[in-house]
């Protein structure tokens, strides 16, 4: 007779958002602050307009989103690969517009209506925009 524990799989278990938005706010950690570079954060503002900024922001992309590896992997395993590529991108993609600078910018001038913000306010909207769109890519992970 089989116990429940011999009938558990663990790798298609259900996966729930909480634990997935966790898995990628521990990932988004050490890739947006362990993993980035000076010469990274300095330097990739603007990045979707200026090549030596263009090169800046995607090195940062890359690095960043090789750190939730373990968490893509976690999440294909108990969902699909496919899907888990999907997640990548939509970390991916969001990351790289918030960072390019500009809509941060605009959400500072338009909306908080910061004439001359101080930086930790640009912070602030910024992992705003990271945290909010990472939520979205927890929901895409769970389906």
Partial sequence: MNSPEADYDARRSPVGWPGVLLALLASHLAGDFLMQTEWQAMNKTGGLREP???TALLRHVAFYTAAFAPALVWIGRRTTARRACVVAGVIAVPHMLVDDGR???LWLREVKRAQHPPA?????VDQSF???SLLGAALVAVG
Avoid: P, Y
Avoid at 120 to 124: D, F, G, K, R, S
């Fill in 52 to 54: 030596r900024s263009r």
């Fill in 103 to 105: 809509l941060v910018e």
């Fill in 120 to 124: 930790a306010l640009a912070v602030a």
């Fill in 130 to 132: 990271h945290v909010i």
